[in-house]
């Protein structure tokens, strides 16, 4: 239960401040600032994986889950529980943001672009961060220095990048939960599978690069 209640807390606390940056900035005329929501949304990462890293391992993400147990790094047998647990958590933040800001988007990923483009941006962000994530975590439990400043930097660096173009979610449930609460459903389907796909691949790309402490039973 230890495990899924971190998740839970995990996943409220990064969609509540990463969105919540993404609002107040838009509610307080721009004061937060682009490169403010994207450091937002790398320290909350980096301080939830230091949190909770040693109890669930910080996954914190459905296609991060699934991606650790392709590469068999974590049990089918969690991967449900795990994906129920976070998406209460980003609900439930999302709609504690419904209930502050009640005009907002909710931090929703609406793109600027082409939807086809915006598919591969997130296909190709979601296969860094896995890429990054494979090589510096263990999938059930995070008790190194490392893995949260690695993983909170990456997600910093693409949110800095990409953010104007297609919000930088890497996260099903991140696109989900605010596009449920706000009823905005614009090209969701986009963020509920590239970032899936991307994962997937980065997980197969291990398996090609490395010979040692990649994608097997030993992990």
Not at 84 to 90: E, S
Not at 92 to 104: G, I, K, M, Q, R
Not at 178 to 202: D, E, K, R, V
Not at 211 to 216: A, H, I, S, V
């Amino acid at each position: 239960m230890k495990k899924y209640l971190s998740e839970f807390i995990g996943t409220f606390s990064m969609i509540f401040c990463g969105c919540g940056a993404m609002v107040i900035n838009d509610f307080t005329g721009g004061t937060i600032t682009h490169p403010g929501v994207a450091i937002t949304w790398g320290l909350i990462v980096m301080s939830m994986i230091y949190a909770f890293g040693d109890i669930s391992g910080a996954h914190f993400n459905p296609a991060v889950t699934l991606g650790f147990a392709v590469a068999k790094k974590f049990s089918w047998r969690e991967v449900p529980k795990y994906m129920i647990a976070q998406f209460f958590g980003a609900i439930a933040a999302s709609f504690t943001l419904l209930f502050l800001f009640p005009e907002s988007d909710l931090g929703a990923t609406i793109p600027t672009i082409e939807p086809l483009k915006v598919f591969v941006i997130e296909l190709l962000l979601s296969f860094f961060l896995m890429v990054v994530i494979i090589n510096v975590s263990t999938g059930s439990k995070e008790i190194g220095p490392v893995a949260g400043i690695a993983v909170g930097s990456v997600i910093l660096l693409e949110a800095m990048f990409a953010g104007p173009l297609t919000k930088a979610s890497m996260n099903p449930i991140r696109s989900l939960a605010p596009a449920l609460a706000s009823g905005n459903m614009s090209q969701l389907w986009i963020y509920l599978t590239a970032p899936f796909i991307g994962m997937l691949l980065a997980v197969f790309s291990c398996r090609l690069v490395k010979d040692e402490n990649c994608c097997d039973d030993k992990c």
